[in-house]
């Protein structure tokens, strides 16, 4: 701290750090600190921004330039940038992209503050929600759940931990799922086709989710259509939760 305070620096800027800052270095810079969050604020304040809006399905995020206070996220917003969520989307995908856009409008924001044309607005507290991190035991998911929610799982739980599930024993984890029209009355978890291109599972809502990408325990991750070559995978098998 002593060394910042040191510089005598006239802004300071977070980035991807999930810790609350004391007041007394958010004093230290002349026009005080901001933060490039990863989300459209008041919406997923937190540690998990992108992962909770995929796993939640939300078709819209981005990146708010923030002013940084004590807490957590709560700071009044300088800018901020839109980016649509793809239904196949995945939270790398996503993250990558609002990465290269927080590097552009952080630019914008500076200048404006340099040249004293920046404005903020107070964020809107009625429509706060939060982005719990992400956790190992969120991967083991419940086939019981509907299609939809598996999908957006398989797509938000990445690069880690992944949705993970067992196989004649063996665990799996899952990179790439699709939803399709198809519906089943089978039990959820059932393998209701395994064919090389149409690895298929029922859900607890009847619907049918397409498995595109698979990873066995301690191989590297591969198409459905390579799993299946190497491994005979019945209909009417199951896939546990793992």
Same mark, same amino acid.
């Given at each position: 701290?002593?060394?910042?305070?040191?510089?005598?620096?006239?802004?300071?800027?977070?980035?991807?750090?999930?810790?609350?800052?004391?007041?007394?270095?958010?004093?230290?810079?002349?026009?005080?600190?901001?933060?490039?969050?990863?989300?459209?604020?008041?919406?997923?304040?937190?540690?998990?921004?992108?992962?909770?809006?995929?796993?939640?399905?939300?078709?819209?995020?981005?990146?708010?330039?923030?002013?940084?206070?004590?807490?957590?996220?709560?700071?009044?917003?300088?800018?901020?940038?839109?980016?649509?969520?793809?239904?196949?989307?995945?939270?790398?995908?996503?993250?990558?992209?609002?990465?290269?856009?927080?590097?552009?409008?952080?630019?914008?924001?500076?200048?404006?503050?340099?040249?004293?044309?920046?404005?903020? $607005?107070? !964020?809107? %507290?009625?429509?706060?929600?939060?982005? @719990?991190?992400?956790?190992? =035991?969120?991967?083991? #998911?419940?086939? +019981?759940?509907?299609?939809?929610?598996?999908?957006?799982?398989?797509?938000?739980?990445?690069?880690?931990?992944?949705?993970?599930?067992?196989?004649?024993?063996?665990?799996?984890?899952?990179?790439?799922?699709?939803?399709?029209?198809?519906?089943?009355?089978?039990?959820?978890?059932?393998?209701?086709?395994?064919?090389?291109?149409?690895?298929?599972?029922?859900?607890?809502?009847?619907?049918?989710?397409?498995?595109? $990408?698979? !990873?066995? %325990?301690?191989?590297?991750?591969?198409? @459905?259509?390579?799993?299946? =070559?190497?491994?005979? #995978?019945?209909? +009417?098998?199951?896939?546990?939760?793992?």
């Amino acid at each position: 701290m002593g060394r910042m305070a040191a510089l005598g620096p006239d802004v300071g800027v977070v980035a991807a750090y999930g810790k609350l800052l004391p007041e007394s270095l958010l004093q230290i810079p002349r026009l005080g600190m901001i933060n490039v969050h990863a989300s459209l604020l008041p919406r997923w304040r937190g540690a998990a921004p992108v992962h909770r809006a995929v796993i939640a399905g939300d078709d819209i995020t981005g990146v708010t330039i923030m002013r940084v206070v004590k807490e957590l996220d709560a700071g009044a917003a300088f800018k901020a940038v839109k980016r649509v969520i793809g239904p196949d989307d995945t939270s790398v995908e996503v993250e990558r992209d609002l990465a290269e856009m927080g590097a552009e409008v952080l630019i914008e924001v500076l200048d404006q503050m340099a040249s004293g044309k920046a404005s903020e $607005t107070p !964020q809107d %507290e009625s429509l706060v929600t939060y982005a @719990a991190k992400i956790t190992k =035991a969120e991967g083991a #998911v419940d086939w +019981g759940l509907p299609a939809e929610r598996i999908h957006n799982l398989v797509r938000g739980l990445q690069p880690w931990p992944l949705v993970s599930g067992r196989i004649a024993g063996t665990r799996v984890l899952l990179h790439r799922t699709e939803l399709t029209q198809a519906v089943s009355p089978d039990r959820p978890g059932t393998i209701v086709r395994a064919e090389p291109d149409r690895f298929e599972v029922v859900a607890g809502d009847g619907h049918v989710l397409r498995i595109r $990408t698979i !990873q066995p %325990e301690g191989r590297r991750a591969m198409s @459905a259509r390579e799993y299946l =070559a190497g491994r005979h #995978v019945p209909p +009417g098998a199951r896939i546990e939760r793992g």
